[in-house]
C-alpha cells in the first residue's frame, strides 16, 4: 500500500482526538495533492469548529459540545479516507488502471441497479431450465458469462469504493440479506466489502458486516460476514472516533455462541497462518517416508521409480509388512494434521494459482461452482465423471484449490491411462470425503473460506495493494484492547493455553495482557509468570513472573506448581534467602525431588554457605553418578569453594560427555582461579565462539566471585585482550 507522510500526519492527529492540529495537517496536505471539492468538504469542517469554539469562549456550557466534537472528528476522518484512497489510485498503477476501466464501463453504478441485475440473474437462471435442451447449454453459458463479467466489475468497485453513506450502507445491506439474491453473489459481495474495510476503516461498511454476521440465514454467507468484520475491526479508530458504537459490540458478545465463534476463529487463523511451517513438516518428513516406503524417491528431477524389491521380498520377508505399517503411519499423521485443523493442501495447490483464472481478484472469492465460465472448457468433461464429480462436492479443500485442480486436471486428463479414466468416470478412485453434516459446520465453511482468504494474501501477485490481516499480529484479534472487559475475556485462558502449545509465546502473552484484572484467575496467573519467567512474554514490573506466582499463591495457597514457579521467580531476582525457604517448604511435601535439591543446592552456594550445599550434593552424586544436571551444580560449588582441583575431575568428564556452553564457560573459570589461565582462556573462547556472547561478558558475568578471589582489574583486561 501506498504512503504519504502529510496524510500520516493527519491520521496520527485524529487518533489524538486533536481537531485543530488534525485540520492544519489535512490543509497542508490537500493544498499540495486534492481537488476543491475536497478542500470544500475540509472549510466546512473548519467553519462547524470555528462556530462551536466562538459559542464556547462566549460562556456558552453546551451539554452537546462532546458529540459535536465527536461529529467533527469522524467528518475529518471520512476525508482523511476518502484523499487516502484516492491518493493510493492514482500513485499505484494497479489501482488506477482497475479505475480506468470501471469509469469506462457502460454501468449504472447505483446499488439499486446492481440489486435488480442480481435478481434478475436468479430469474432468468430458473427461466432458462425451462428451455429447450438444444439451446438450454448455449443460454446458460452467456448467461453465467455476463453475470461473471458484473460481478468481477462490481467486486473492484467495492473494494476501491470511497467511504459510505448510511443510505449506501442500508441499501446494500439489503441485497446481502435478500432471500430473491443468489447466496453465491452475496458471499463475493461480502468479501469485497471486508477489503475495503481493510484498506480504510469505514464504520458504514463495518456495520454491514456486523448486520448480515446477526441476521443472514445461510451459513457461509453468515460466517465470511464474521471474518470481515473481526479482521476489518481497527482498534485506534473504533475506540478513539467511535467509542460509542462499541456497545453493539458488547451487546452482541452477550451472546454465548458469537463468543464461542470468536474462539473458534481465533484459533483457526492460527492454524492457518502455520501453513507453510506445516508444508515443510510433510514435505521433509512425510512424503519421503511415503514415497520411500511406496516404490519411489524424491529427486531433483522430480519423482522417480526405485529398483524392483524383489530380491529384499527374500532376504527380509518382513520388510514389506513394516514398509506397509511406516506408509500407514504417514498416512495417519497427515490425517491428524487435517483434522486439528492444519491446512495440508496449501504447499500442494500454492503452485496451481498461476493460471490466467487467478488474474481476477474476485475469483479468489468465487465459491466453487461447476457453471464458472472460467472453467467452462472443462465442465461438461467433469460433469460426466463420476470421481471429479465427486471430489468436488466432497472433496476436502477450499474453493480456490478446488478451481485450482480443475484447471490443472484439464491440461493433463488427455494424458491419463485408458483403464484409470474408466475407473474415475465410474466413481472407483478414491476420494477422502467430506461428511455432509460437517461441510455444512460453521466451523468447516469458516475454515475454508480462511485458507481462500490466506491464498489470497500470500499468493496473490498484487497482494502488496492490500492491507494483509495475516502479518504484524493483526490476525491475532482477541489481543485488541476493544475485546477487554467483554464477555469474550472469559475465553482467553483457553486461546492462550491454545497459543502456548503451538508455541507461540508471544501471542500468548498478547492475549494475557490484554486481559482485565476482574478476570485473572488462578490459571491467568500461572500462564502469565511462565511466559514471564522464561522471558517468552514482558509483561512488565505491574505483572512480573514473581507478582504472578504471589497472586496464584494467595488463590491456591497449597499448589505446588505455584509453589515451585514462586520459588524460581524469588531465585531469578536473587532473593536466596527467600527462594531457599521456598525449596524447603516445596521439599518437606516431596523431600525426594531432584529438582528441587539441585535448586536448593544453588541457593545455598549463593548465600556462601557451601558445606550445607554441598552435603545434599554429594549424597546425589552418590545415588545418581552419571547425572549430568547434579555433576554440573556439584562442580560449580566446588568451584566456589575453591576445592577446584575435585571441581576439574567432574567438568572433565562434563566435557567429554554432552558438552553445553555453560560447562566451558564455568570450567574456564575454574581453571582461572585455579592458576591455569592459558586453558581458562581456550575455554572462554570456545564458550565465546559457541555462543556469540561478547568478550566482556566473561567478566561481567562472575565480577563479584573475581574480585573475591583476587582476581584484579590489569588481570581481567589481560584476559579480555588474549580472548
Known sequence: MTDNRALDAVYKWLLKRNLSEALTAMESYLSSYSGTNDVDRLYAIKADFQLMSDYWKRGFKDPQLPQLYDSLLRRLYVLYADAAMTYQIKHSAYQSNINARLSFASRDWSVQALKEALEEFVTSGAMIALEPEHTRAEKKRELHRKHQQLMADWFDRLWLSAIWSEGQASAMEEILLSPTIDVNDQQVLTSAIMLATLNHFDIAKFKVLMAVYRQATDMAVRQRALVGWVLALHDDIYLYLYGDERKALEELLEDKTVCQELVQLQHQIILCINAEKDNQTIQKEIMPDLLHNNGFRMTRNGIEEVEDHSLDDILHPDEEERRMEQVEESFQRMQEMQKQGSDIYFGGFSQMKRFPFFQEISNWFVPFYIDHPGIAEVAEKFQKNAFLQSLMKAGPFCHSDKYSFVLAFNQVMNHIPKNLW????????????????????????????????????????????????????????????????????????????????????????????????????????????????????????????????????????ENEKAQQGHARALFDQERYEEALAAYDQLLSKNPAQKHYLLNRAVCLTNLRRYADALKDLYRL???????????????????????????????????????????????????????????????????????????????????????????????????????
Not at 703 to 718: D, K
Open 422 to 557: 474408466e475407473m474415475m468416470e465410474r466413481g472407483e478412485a478414491g476420494v477422502t470425503e467430506v461428511l455432509k453434516e460437517e461441510s455444512r459446520s460453521a466451523a468447516y465453511i469458516r475454515r475454508t473460506y480462511l485458507q481462500d482468504l490466506y491464498r489470497f494474501f500470500r499468493l496473490y501477485p498484487y497482494r502488496s495493494e492490500f492491507f494483509n490481516p495475516f502479518e504484524h499480529y493483526q490476525y491475532l484479534f482477541l489481543a485488541r484492547r476493544v475485546f477487554s472487559r467483554t464477555h469474550v475475556e472469559a475465553y482467553f485462558n483457553d486461546v492462550a493455553a491454545f497459543l502456548i502449545k503451538q508455541k507461540r509465546m508471544q501471542e500468548a502473552g498478547r492475549v494475557l495482557d490484554n486481559c482485565g484484572e476482574a478476570r485473572c484467575d488462578f490459571r491467568h496467573y500461572m500462564m502469565c509468570g511462565y511466559l514471564g519467567q522464561h522471558r517468552y512474554y514482558d509483561f512488565g514490573t505491574r505483572k512480573s513472573a514473581l507478582y504472578c506466582y504471589q497472586k496464584a499463591l494467595e488463590l491456591e495457597p
Open 621 to 723: 552424586n552418590f545415588e545418581q553418578s552419571d547425572d549430568s544436571q547434579v555433576n554440573r551444580v556439584l562442580a560449580w560449588t566446588l568451584t566456589c569453594d575453591e576445592k577446584y582441583e575435585q571441581a576439574e575431575k567432574i567438568y572433565s568428564q562434563l566435557l567429554t560427555d554432552q558438552t553445553q556452553p555453560e560447562d566451558l564457560l564455568n570450567y574456564g573459570y575454574c581453571l582461572w582461579l585455579g592458576g591455569h589461565v592459558d586453558e581458562a582462556a581456550d575455554c572462554f573462547h570456545r564458550y565465546l565462539k559457541e555462543t556469540e556472547q561478547k568478550k566482556i561478558f566473561i567478566i561481567e558475568n562472575e565480577l563479584a566471585l573475581l574480585r573475591e578471589r583476587g582476581i584484579t582489574e590489569p588481570e581481567m583486561q589481560m584476559m579480555l585482550y588474549i580472548l
